[in-house]
C-alpha cells in the first residue's frame, strides 16, 4: 500500500513501519485520513516522523500553501504536563499566550480545567488553536 501526496514540491521517501512507502511533500507529510492527537502522534512516530512544529508565520504559510485539502490538521503542541497552560512544540521551543500565529481568542482554555491541550492548524487561515485531545482532525508529520 502506498500513500502519496502530490504538490509542487521536492519529493522525498521515507521507508515506514508495516512496508507503507510515505512521500514527503518537502519536510511534510500530510494525512488524508483523521485521527485524535494522540493517535496521529503514534502514527507519525512509528513512521519515524514526529507531528509537525510550526515555529513560526513563515512555516504556517509555508503548510497552508502546501496543504493538499483545507481544513483543521493535527500539530506536535500541547500543554500535558505543563503547568498554567504553557504550550510547547515536539522541539521543545515554546508557544507563547501572545504569539500572532493563535487565532483571535486562542488559547481559550487554559484558564478552566484544560481539556484543550494540544494545538491544531486551520489551513485555510494559517493559524492555530488549541483542541480537544479526542477530537478527529487530518494531521501533518515532519520528517526529523
Known sequence: MMLKVVLACLLVSVTCAKDIRIELTGNYYFSTDIKSWYDARI???NNNLELASVQDEAEASLIQSLAPAQGIYWTSGTDLNNPNGNFFWSSGAAIEHSNPMWAAGE???????????CVSINTNTGKIQDSLFWEQYKYICESV
Not at 107 to 117: F, H, K
Open 43 to 45: 502514527f507519525c512516530s
Open 107 to 117: 488559547p481559550n482554555d487554559y484558564l478552566t480545567a484544560g481539556t484543550e491541550v
